[in-house]
């Protein structure tokens, strides 16, 4: 089971935007290599890291982060939704009486 946490923990997740493939772009400044994950459909990227684990994680972060942002906006729709009925409702039993 553990085995199986670490090895999801290195797969690269689709592009939170578009669901692209992410790509490896590998930037070599002076010594050093950075690296930065980028899609290849929408051109999203993560910022130049040092380490491959890092933009990984960052990479994949983001999509929960995406995923998260998402549920919020339709808890949001939902609150608003009710709300708006909530108010018709109301108009239509003050009428009646
Ligand atoms: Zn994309």
């Not at 290599?33 to 994949?60: F, H, M, P, R, Y």
């Not at 949001?76 to 018709?88: P, Q």
């Amino acid at each position: 089971m553990s085995l199986k946490a670490k090895n999801n923990h290195l797969i690269i997740q689709p592009c939170p935007c578009c669901s692209g493939l992410a790509e490896w772009v590998d930037v070599k400044a002076s010594s050093i290599i950075l690296w930065q994950l980028a899609c290849n459909q929408c051109g999203l990227a993560t910022n130049l890291e040092d380490k491959k684990s890092t933009c990984l994680l960052v990479w994949n972060k983001r999509h929960d982060n995406n995923r998260i942002k998402i549920v919020f906006a339709l808890m949001l729709l939902t609150l608003l939704l009710t709300s708006i009925m909530a108010f018709v409702l109301g108009m239509i039993f003050s009428s009646i009486r």
